[in-house]
């Protein structure tokens, strides 16, 4: 009986002491997060008014800011979709380009530190305002790969290659109109899909030195090609860090899309609280959505080694 | 005879076939070098382009500037940019101001993201999974979702009342840096779930049989997490460290949020410093701007890309052993 006790007492202080590791975080979840999220809902109902003397006043309002945001405001609902459409643009390309890299920067070569400290460079880089600068001096080089497509356009022109020659060609081809404007789109921001792609590209990496190297072995043993090697092996291998690395992609491409700026511009210049809430709240909320059908889709066909 | 033949007759002679394998090999290995050396350098062309190009036209002068002729290399070199950014944007004073801040903010984080990361991995306790949920819905939800209540919680701060009992009222926090101590101190910093999550998994990888030997030795349970597991954790507290760092001296969205002076948040400065040269120098012509503006964020970047290169084999070496891949 005694000896029960004392186990008993063991567990529980390990879960005390459990608590205690994890107790700054536990505290500044509920009062931060947690009351934040609750305060954001509740802001979203209502009409915000601040008082003068610090402090605020909340009307209820029920649905009166959603549906001024989706009925009434210029932009909100055009920026929203926009800002969804360049994010389901860039997660599918910046996966695979960072797969891609990663396969190519995990073989040992001359200079792979060197390559490997640049492909992280936009990643230290990441500042608002620096990228800012990056941006107006890409664009300055006219020799360089410019962001916009209309310039992609006129820099290739003086050059005798013209991209609308190619446009028609693949339409007359009989490739769907939507496709070729996937590639355009994709051609036109390479840049910003090689800037955004720094982490995933070391996560993928770091996963590729995980794979064991017995099953190379075993592959090459059976006579599989690279092509076969890579399909059977590497791929499924990785498959479980490309949730890992869309996760990643989409809160970080949402994270500084026009959406926030937006809702930032609305609270901080026009003093609608209430809206601004609202307009967070619903960006937040298709995020999540498009998070949970993305990793459901993929968890589907994820194979787990262990 | 066909071309077809003749290659027939190659392929069925056998007296130099091992040398004629090897030689297409080597053609094969040569191309596929190639190939990737091409899109490596087009790549790295990419990503260095910009920097190059805000590197050179910091040091054109106005003649430079105007002259199409000059590309990347000026013939007039100056420094006059640079004397200029440095005098704006009180330069020594604020980077060393700034760097402070994102240190004192890179330690409180290494030390409770690893003490929470170190929790969840190590102990059993009722709601962890729960919990642990929590942790990757920090990560999940973006930032500007909350940003509403964390302004007004930190414009009337005030603990359980506690702080009213004391001053009478209730303190606006805004404008210093404080909320941003607290909010770190807290576990809720710039990215401090994607922190969380590297520590936990970087201590579900390291053994149990670590700690059993200190128990055993009589250490305590902090004794045991400070000197001894912590110490064994060192590659994924420099990555924890040194990206923390870097993005809390990039990041701008806070600064802007609790409205933080920008002379403790340079790259918040920085974004101010084209217009201050434009209305005290009397220059209008935006592109004559754009030059200073260049010289700024080449000071911006020094402290950064110096911390980078210097720590540079450690980083990418130790993400890749600290287990964000798990």
Known sequence: MQRKRKKLSLTTKRSITGYLFILPWLV????????????????????????????????F?????????????????????????????DVPLITFFSLFMAILLNKNFKGRTLVRAIFFLPVILNSGAIMDAMDL?????????????????????????SIQYYVQMFAALGLPDQIIEYIMGAVSRISDIINASGVQIIIFIAALQSIPGALYEVAKIEGATAYETFWKVTFPMVMPHIITNVVYTVVDSFADSDVVDLAYETAFTNNNYGLSSVMSLVSTLITCLILILVCRFIQKRTFYYN | MTIKETWQNIKSDTQFANDRKRWIANIKKVILGLFKAVILIGISYVILGPVIGIISSSFFSDADNYNTMVYLIPQEPTLDRYKLAIQYMNYGKTVSASLLYSLTLMILQVFVCSMAGYGFARYQFPFKNVLFACVVIMI??????????????????DVFGIIKLFRGSAVNLLST????????????????????????QFFRGLPKEIEEAAFVDGAGTWYTYFRIMLVNAIPSVITVAIFSMVWQYNDTFYAKLFLISDDIVISKKISTLQATISNVEKIYDPKIQELYLDAGVVLVMIPVIIIYIALQKYFIEGVERSGIVG
């Open chain 1, 137 to 161: 001096a890409r664009t300055m080089m006219s020799g360089g790969i410019s962001s916009a497509s209309a310039e992609m356009a006129q820099a290739t022109a003086g050059n005798g290659v």
């Open chain 1, 61 to 89: 309002a029920g649905l009166e800011n959603y549906i001024y945001a989706f009925r009434v405001h210029g932009s909100f609902k055009q920026i929203l979709t926009t800002s969804v459409g360049n994010m389901l643009i």
């Open chain 2, 177 to 200: 840096p404080v909320p941003m101590y607290i909010m770190t101190l807290f576990g809720c910093g710039l990215r401090s779930g994607l922190y969380i999550y590297i520590f936990n």
């Open chain 2, 140 to 157: 999940v939800i973006p930032t500007h979702t909350i940003m509403l209540p964390l302004y007004m919680t930190f414009a009337k701060f």
């Open chain 1, 28 to 59: 500044g979840f509920i009062w931060f997060y947690a009351r934040s999220l609750f305060m954001s809902v509740q802001f979203s109902f209502s009409n915000l008014t601040v008082n003068p003397g610090g402090g605020y006043t909340l009307d």
